[in-house]
T-cell receptor, first 114, second 119 residues
């Protein structure tokens, strides 16, 4: 079955440190991949998406993600984390079955230490 | 201006009651969705409507009934509320959903969520 796995439930980094959040997917066809961020008490905001083309995708807030088909991965990166990046991050894949729907991973909670 | 809005933001009610959550989008999108986020933050799609027509129904109990009076609104009515219904419910919308010939995917825009607590 199609699925999205985020292996890390919780990650803690120091402000200014680099960040990588992992995402692996299981999907037979060409995946359409997304990263969303959910700040405390807020809805979800799209950070970036990959449909095709360049496998390194730039998003908002200084985030980027790299699609690696051979590893079935779509990891999210940021070179220098800010305290305001503390949030829950969700990876998602769009599935096609006559209509689009998003299947989400279980999320990774990011804590940023001062 | 809020793109996707939901009311109420918080809803506390007793088991067995019937309640509704409203969602409105002012983006001119054709497709709207309801998602449920459980206590472990897991997000799962419940329903999707395209131009007032139900297109996704993810094995949700029939106590949940979505209603779309027009393409800018998708309301969620829940009958006979149970403790397990406690969750955060998110509405979302996207411009289109690929029904008109071929697959394409548009970004989904999410509302702020409605936290439902069933006592």
């Amino acid at each position: 079955a199609q699925s999205v796995t985020q292996p890390d439930i919780h990650i803690t980094v120091s402000e200014g440190a680099s960040l990588e959040l992992r995402c692996n997917y299981s999907y037979g066809a060409t995946p359409y991949l997304f990263w969303y961020v959910q700040s405390p008490g807020q809805g979800l905001q799209l950070l970036l998406k990959y449909f095709s083309g360049d496998t390194l995708v730039q998003g908002i807030k200084g985030f980027e993600a790299e699609f690696k088909r051979s590893q079935s991965s779509f990891n999210l990166r940021k070179p220098s984390v800010h305290w305001s990046d503390a949030a829950e991050y969700f990876c998602a894949v769009a599935l096609w079955g006559g209509s689009e729907k998003l299947v989400f991973g279980k999320g990774t909670k990011l804590t940023v230490n001062p | 201006d809020t793109a996707v809005s939901q009311t109420p933001k918080y809803l506390v009610t007793q088991m067995g009651n019937d309640k509704s959550i409203k969602c409105e989008q002012n983006l001119g999108h054709d497709t709207m969705y309801w998602y449920k986020q459980d206590s472990k933050k897991f997000l799962k799609i419940m329903f999707s409507y395209n131009n007032k027509e139900l297109i996704i129904n993810e094995t949700v109990p029939n106590r949940f009934s979505p209603k779309s009076p027009d393409k800018a609104h998708l309301n969620l009515h829940i009958n006979s509320l149970e403790l397990g219904d406690s969750a955060v419910y998110f509405c979302a919308s996207s411009p289109r959903n690929g029904l008109a010939g071929g697959r394409f995917t548009d970004t989904q825009y999410f509302g702020p969520g409605t936290r439902l607590t069933v006592l």
